[in-house]
């Protein structure tokens, strides 16, 4: 069983930053693949950026350049950092954990970017 709970989201303005984070619960969190995604009203969820257990990064192409996912396994936790958010960036962002072949989702954070 995983536990994941997201921080950080809020409203800013075009152009700013935000800094998204998952804390996860168990002692297996550093071999799982973990995952932003996003999910803007009326769309499907969509992965923003996945990060394996050993570093690998995988983003959409919508968001790189502008978004960096980041973990720390010491702290059970994983990041992501976004800059030059757009409005279309606006969404709630969920975190995913893997583990054994079980999806596990977060509640989820509201992003919303606008002036």
């Known amino acids: 069983q995983v536990q994941l709970v997201e921080s950080g989201g809020g409203l800013v303005q075009p152009g700013g930053s935000l800094r998204l984070s998952c804390a996860a619960s168990g002692s297996a969190f550093s071999i799982l693949p973990m995952g932003w995604y996003r999910q803007a009203p009326g769309k499907q969820r969509e992965l923003v950026a996945g990060?394996?257990?050993?570093?690998?990064?995988n983003y959409a192409d919508s968001v790189k350049g502008r978004f960096t996912i980041s973990r720390d396994n010491a702290k059970n936790t994983v990041s992501l950092q976004m800059n030059s958010l757009k409005p279309e960036d606006t969404a709630v962002y969920y975190c995913?954990?893997?583990?054994?072949?079980?999806?596990?989702w977060g509640q989820g954070t509201q992003v919303t970017v606008s002036s």
């Open positions: 990060i394996r257990s050993g570093g690998n990064t």
């Open positions: 995913k954990a893997r583990y054994l072949a079980l999806d596990y």
